[in-house]
């Protein structure tokens, strides 16, 4: 059965700090692209950052410099470093994998997380 289970999610002020981190057990993880999710209420999900088995690494434009993805692939672990957080960054964050090759669209992955949820106030 495979499982992909976040944690570190929580409520912080702007220009702090939260890492994420997304466990999965149940499938050959290292073999797969990882990938970080995010929805606002009222927003569709869109991607955040992803990383492929080979390390290939893409972030979204709204990211790029304040968020760090990694893998630890003997702890089947995979991390989202998130730095000088804005309000804007409050969202439902998302694990996902299972994606041969690499892909930031949440429709090519098809293991999902239950999801952490990150408050960013002003």
């Known amino acids: 059965q495979v499982q992909l289970v976040e944690s570190g999610g929580g409520s912080v002020q702007a220009g702090g700090s939260l890492r994420l981190s997304c466990a999965a057990s149940g499938y050959s993880y290292s073999s797969y692209c990882m990938g970080w999710f995010r929805q606002a209420p009222g927003k569709e999900r869109e991607g955040v950052a992803a990383i492929d088995r080979g390390g290939i690494i893409r972030y979204a434009d709204s990211v790029k410099g304040r968020f760090t993805i990694s893998r630890d692939n003997a702890k089947n672990t995979l991390y989202l470093q998130m730095n000088s957080l804005k309000p804007e960054d409050t969202a439902m964050y998302y694990c996902?994998?299972?994606?041969?090759?690499?892909?930031?669209?949440?429709?090519?992955?098809?293991?999902w997380g239950q999801g952490t949820q990150v408050t960013v106030s002003s």
């Open positions: 996902a994998g299972g994606r041969q090759g690499f892909s930031l669209y949440s429709a090519d992955f098809r293991y």
